[in-house]
């Protein structure tokens, strides 16, 4: 009678045992990784120069721009950024010089950003110092007209 029983409760449960699932639920995976996706898409552009600037509006087309773009920058009290550092216009030229050695050329796009209300003899002292510094390619950066 005791080997009936055994028998009867272990073939019982062998029967009801479920096979094993071999399937994984990417769902929430998909779910986290789009609101990944949205946060670096919005993101992305206010990380780029972090230098407050009222740029001028106009209806060009924007450029391609570089893996890591070099970014000049006048604000409206005159002060010249290379990237984010604060730079002197005397010390402008050596310092972009090392850095286009460092870069590997002069053949390299450097964007100018300035206030739209900046006096146009600072941006235009900022260009000549480009020049020193041996710099062909230059881009104006600019905001899209919305009207």
Same mark, same amino acid.
């Given at each position: 009678?005791?080997?009936?029983?055994?028998?009867?409760?272990?073939?019982?449960?062998?029967?009801?045992?479920?096979?094993?699932?071999?399937?994984?639920?990417?769902?929430?995976?998909?779910?986290?990784?789009?609101?990944?996706?949205?946060?670096?898409?919005?993101?992305?552009?206010?990380?780029?120069?972090?230098?407050?600037?009222?740029?001028?509006? #106009?209806?060009? *087309?924007?450029?391609?721009?570089?893996?890591?773009?070099?970014?000049?920058? $006048?604000? =409206?009290?005159?002060? /010249?950024?290379?990237?984010?550092?604060?730079?002197?216009?005397?010390?402008?030229?050596?310092?972009?010089?090392?850095?286009?050695?460092?870069?590997?050329?002069?053949?390299?796009?450097?964007?100018?950003?300035?206030?739209?209300?900046?006096?146009?003899? #600072?941006?235009? *002292?900022?260009?000549?110092?480009?020049?020193?510094?041996?710099?062909?390619? $230059?881009? =104006?950066?600019?905001? /899209?007209?919305?009207?």
């Amino acid at each position: 009678m005791a080997m009936n029983m055994a028998g009867s409760s272990g073939g019982g449960r062998r029967g009801r045992r479920r096979p094993v699932m071999a399937e994984i639920n990417v769902t929430p995976m998909v779910d986290v990784m789009l609101v990944l996706l949205i946060i670096f898409m919005v993101s992305a552009p206010l990380l780029t120069v972090g230098v407050p600037l009222d740029l001028p509006q #106009t209806q060009a *087309k924007s450029l391609d721009q570089d893996k890591n773009p070099l970014t000049l920058s $006048v604000n =409206l009290k005159g002060q /010249v950024f290379l990237n984010e550092t604060e730079i002197g216009l005397d010390d402008l030229v050596p310092k972009l010089k090392a850095i286009t050695d460092a870069r590997g050329g002069l053949d390299e796009r450097i964007f100018v950003r300035g206030d739209k209300k900046v006096d146009y003899g #600072t941006v235009m *002292k900022v260009m000549g110092r480009l020049s020193q510094a041996g710099f062909r390619r $230059v881009a =104006l950066v600019t905001e /899209v007209d919305q009207g």
